[in-house]
């Protein structure tokens, strides 16, 4: 899978335990209407200039949980977001990608526990500031990911590209396999409530 080639170097990928009306709901999408397509259909709606709002589409993946992906937007990353998605108790994961990094987003019970860094496979921050004890920060220490100052992967994260060590982080946190064909949709969603674009949401969708 490789989410670069899929969506170039600005996307979003956030994997929340609530079904996809809530999900797109706490992630500001009030409005949300299907779509179908190809995911190249779905890049090409996510790159429509919004006026620089954000644009949310998502899908219901095995397990009770929902897959949401935007383009060159970052709402699921943001910590607020993510304290809303966990705030009962479960888990979220949230990855963003810029030219510069991919950083991934962890949250659980309605806090936010660190950052991995996909790019190197270790925990980001000040020394000390991760809680290693916490089970979730626990459960991908036990695949490798470091969260010492050696910021040395070992282990499975230890030998896995980018894109690879997502998958790993995602399959850890929720029991989720993320495929291509995940990202293949039938996909819902609408713009966030930050989007002040005029134009509309979606490209015409083709004929069925």
Sequence with gaps: MDLDEM?????CLTLAPHPLTETLRLMGVTDPAPRTGSPGR?????RQPRGGGGFVLGRDVPGGWTLALEG????????????????DGGTALSAYRDPDTRT????HDGAVLGR????????????GSVDTAHPVVASLIAVGFDAS????PTGEAGTEEPDGRLVLAVRVLTGVTLTAADLEGPWTGGP????????????ESPAQ
Aim: glycine letters at 14%; proline letters at 7%.
């Design 72 to 87: 060159d937007s970052w709402i699921g990353s943001d910590d607020d977001v993510l304290r809303a998605l966990t705030a």
């Design 42 to 46: 779905a890049a090409d709606a996510l």
């Design 7 to 11: 969506f170039g170097e600005g996307w």
């Design 116 to 127: 991995l860094e996909l790019s190197g496979g270790y925990f980001g921050g000040p020394s």
């Design 192 to 203: 966030s409530r930050t989007a002040t674009a005029s134009g509309p949401p979606w490209p």
């Design 104 to 107: 991934a987003t962890l949250a």
């Design 149 to 152: 100052d050696d910021c040395e």
